[in-house]
Each structure stands twice: as C-alpha cells, then as structure tokens.
C-alpha cells in the first residue's frame, strides 16, 4: 500500500513540509551546480571510489501497519525483513545503507503523528545523510486476489528516477515471476516528488494475491527480491543507463 497524494498547492499550507521542499530545492539546485554524482553520462563510474549512501525505507510503522494477507503477513513486517536484506546486500557491496526504521515503530514521534509528517521525517533522514539514491519498500493489495507481481514507480518527469525505476524493475523480473509483465511506471508520490535525490516506491508483490503471499513469507523469495532491488540499485550507482532501451529519454535531454 502506498501513500498516494495529490499533486497541488496543498503543501503551501502546511509551513513545515514548504521548509522542506525549499531545502530540497537549493540541495539540488547545488547538487546539480556540482555535477551530481553518477549523472555525467561521460564521467567514470565512481562506485567503490566514494561510498555512497542509499536510503532505504521499509513502508508503514507504528498503528499504520499496511496491507494485511490472508496469511497473516502483515507488510509493515514484510517490508522492514526484506528492506534488511537489501542492507545487508549493498552494505557487502561497499555501500553506506541508511533504513529509515530498524524495529516496528514509527520514525516521527511527534504528536499528532500524521502519514504527511512521518513521510516528511523519513525524507528528511536520506537529505541528511546526503542519500544518493531513496527506495521505498512495500506490499501491493487489490480487492481483486488474481493480480500478482513486482512493480515500481518513479516521480513523473524525473530522469534519473526513472533509470533507477526500470533498473529495479528488471532486476526483479530477472529473478522472480512477473506474470502480469508489470512494468516501472510515472506516478506521483509524496516521497519521490520532495526527494532530494532519485527515489522509488517498489511494490515488492501482491499480499492480495494468496499464492504470491505464501511466497512473500518465504526467505528464499525474499532473497530473490532483496538480490534483485540490491542489484538494480549499484547498477544505478554505477551509471549504467536504463535496460530495455529506456535511456533513450535520458540521452535526449540535458
Ligand atoms: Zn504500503
């Protein structure tokens, strides 16, 4: 399940997240002035040269525990075992991994605790630690049960959002079934649209569909994805552009 809000004026009102987007506007507006890594399509890969930092977000804490199977599996949990395992992947990698929450609970402590100031603290976290890359990790649910398969989504109108989407998507696919043929897809989320840096939701599976669940509770398909997302991302870091011909929009803009 995935935070789904409106692209609008509404954050204008709300002081706090306008602050954010501010920061996260001259953040990269500087990023861009140097260069950004990994976004020179004639520069070196720099992997293994400079560490990099990859945020990644576990969906949902708290009372807000996401979709439920009909199993049990509860995606809050699902999401956290198999964003640990995507840590400890890159962390074997070279990478500097960042999870927005190590346990069940929530990031923001506040009060009231709101779905717009959790998901403004977590994006907060990856500006912070200066993030190269952002990736939310969740469960899919439909009321239909037949729908089955991974599947990311990237902010509408972002490059490098995008190769890092189809990166995942691909990586994915390789290693687990995708009988729907889900492809990365442009839609606009809170996360990805005040990211400072290239962030994606991925819908690891369906906890609708009850034959993708029993696998989703798995560590061996857990594996699969974990090895997958891992993959995508240092391919991403890497430089490499986007699979299945999608760097075509990339290569035509500046
Ligand atoms: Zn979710």
């Known amino acids: 399940m995935r935070f789904l809000v409106v692209a609008g004026g509404t954050g204008r009102r709300v002081f706090a997240l306008a602050g954010i987007i501010l920061v996260g506007l001259v953040l990269t507006g500087w990023y861009h002035f140097k260069g950004g890594e990994g976004k020179d399509p004639n520069g070196p890969p720099t992997v293994g040269q400079t560490a990099k930092t990859v945020v990644l977000d576990p969906g949902h804490g708290g009372d807000d525990s996401g979709a439920k199977g009909r199993l049990g599996t509860v995606e809050r949990d699902l999401n956290l075992v198999v ?3 995507i840590g400890q992947k890159l962390t074997a990698a070279g990478v500097n991994v960042v999870l927005t929450r190590t346990g069940p609970e929530n990031l923001f402590t506040g009060s009231p605790w709101t779905q717009r100031a959790e998901l403004s603290q977590r994006v907060e976290l990856a500006r912070k630690h200066q993030a190269a890359v952002y990736v939310a990790i969740h469960g899919n649910s439909f009321p239909s049960s037949r729908w089955s398969g991974p599947q990311t989504f990237y902010q509408p109108g972002s490059q490098e959002g995008r190769r890092l989407a189809l990166h995942l998507q691909a990586e994915m696919t390789r290693r687990v079934e995708n009988k729907d043929n889900r492809q990365a897809r442009a839609e606009d989320y809170f996360i990805s649209r005040v990211s400072h840096c290239p962030a994606v939701m991925v819908e690891i599976g369906f906890l609708s ?4 669940e029993k696998l989703l509770r798995t560590e061996a398909h857990q594996d699969k994805l974990a090895a997958g ?5 240092l391919r991403f870091l890497a430089g490499q552009p986007a699979p299945n011909g999608g760097d075509r929009k990339v290569a035509g803009k500046s």
């Not at 569909?209 to 993708?212: D, F, I, S």
């Not at 997302?229 to 991302?233: F, T």
């Open 229 to 233: 997302i891992a993959a995508g991302v």
């Open 209 to 212: 569909n009850p034959g993708e």
């Open 83 to 85: 964003a640990e395992k």
